[in-house]
């Protein structure tokens, strides 16, 4: 049984940082892209950080230079590293794995930066 599950999310100050993390299973790891996405209230989910089979990592504007993506083939899990919070940033954080329509989803980490 395929499983994504995100853990990480909490309340953060401005400027602060954060890392969350999506642990998976019932899936062939190493073959697949990650991707984490975002979504805030009334607003529609959107990519934030996607990583290859190969490690290659891209980001959306809004966060490059302050969030990293990466993966650990051996743990099986999938990271974002995140500085430099801004309240932009609340939304809750979905993990994805496989290509754009995939519809591998986790249930989601609450991430919330306040002042």
């Known amino acids: 049984q395929l499983r994504l599950v995100e853990s990480g999310g909490n309340v953060v100050r401005i400027g602060g940082s954060l890392t969350l993390w999506c642990e998976v299973s019932g899936l062939s790891f190493r073959d697949y892209d990650f991707a984490w996405y975002r979504q805030a209230p009334e607003q529609t989910r959107e990519l934030v950080a996607s990583?290859?089979?190969?490690?290659?990592?891209k980001y959306a504007v809004s966060v490059n230079g302050r969030f990293t993506i990466s993966r650990d083939n051996t743990e099986i899990t999938v990271y974002l590293r995140m500085n430099s919070l801004v309240p932009e940033d609340t939304a809750t954080y979905y993990c994805?794995?496989?290509?754009?329509?995939?519809?591998?989803w986790g249930q989601g980490t609450r991430v919330t930066v306040t002042s």
């Open positions: 994805h794995a496989g290509c754009e329509r995939s519809p591998y």
């Open positions: 990583v290859t089979v190969r490690g290659t990592p």
